[in-house]
């Protein structure tokens, strides 16, 4: 299977920060038709995972375009640009190129 | 817009199986990929299986034979079915469109 390493597992960060989480695949997330499946995905306490961003880097509909995501081939990034209060939560990144679908161990973002 | 919830027991003992429901709202499930993921205590989150429009199904090798995914079109409804669980199979269990859409999710522990 792969194996998505997130880091840093825990980030706390204050309102208005800019913050980075990184995603690293045990494989190339390169399908063959030329997609990369890698998505990023919101679980607010409480509540039900929601999705972020969808092919590495596109912004699914309702999703403040605070935040942003990049990266290609094993490396990948999701981006807030100015932390909000209700961006706490935990995010996952998860991949669909290569069967069985896999998800990283989750970073937990706290608001200081 | 489209709504998932799941509904089914919230304990399950020990070599039993573990049955739920996903009920589907503003959206036909003859249309897209429909599956189940659940989340264990932590944040480790596993992908189970899914149902495609056609009734195809895709389950995670991890779960080797235990698991069926199946579908009621008329009742716009798919179900999970889980069997010999052991402990370890406590989780909160969510279906979900590919992994656009979450339903709210559903705590179930498989205790004696």
């Known amino acids: 299977d792969v194996v998505l390493t997130q880091t840093p597992p825990t980030l706390s960060a204050t309102i208005g920060q800019s913050v980075s989480i990184s995603c690293r695949s045990s494989?190339?997330?390169?399908?063959?038709?030329?997609?990369?499946?890698l998505h990023w995905l919101l679980q607010r306490p409480g509540q039900s995972p929601q999705l972020l961003i969808y092919?590495?880097?596109r912004l699914e509909s309702g999703v403040p375009n605070r935040f942003s995501g990049s990266g290609s081939g094993t490396d990948f990034t999701l981006k807030i640009s100015g932390v909000e209060a209700e961006d706490l939560g935990v995010y996952y990144c998860?991949?669909?190129?290569?069967?069985?679908?896999?998800f990283g161990s989750g970073t937990k973002l706290e608001i200081k | 817009e489209v709504q998932l919830q799941e509904s089914g027991p919230g304990l399950v003992k020990p070599s039993q199986s573990l049955s739920l429901t996903c009920s589907v709202t503003?959206?036909?499930?003859?249309?897209?990929?429909w599956g189940w993921i659940r989340k264990f205590p932590g944040n480790k989150m596993e992908w189970m299986g899914y149902?495609?429009?056609?009734?195809?199904?895709s389950y995670n090798p991890s779960l080797k034979s235990r698991i069926s995914i199946t579908r009621d079109t008329s009742k716009n409804q798919f179900f999970l079915q889980l069997n010999s669980v052991t402990t370890e199979d406590t989780a909160t269990y969510y279906c979900?469109?590919?992994?656009?859409?979450w339903g709210q999710g559903v705590m179930v522990t498989v205790s004696s």
């Open positions: 979900a469109r590919s992994t656009g859409t």
């Open positions: 494989q190339s997330l390169l399908h063959s038709n030329g997609n990369t499946y």
């Open positions: 503003g959206y036909s499930i003859t249309s897209n990929y």
């Open positions: 149902i495609s429009y056609s009734g195809s199904t």
């Open positions: 092919l590495v880097s």
């Open positions: 998860v991949q669909g190129t290569h069967a069985p679908l896999t």
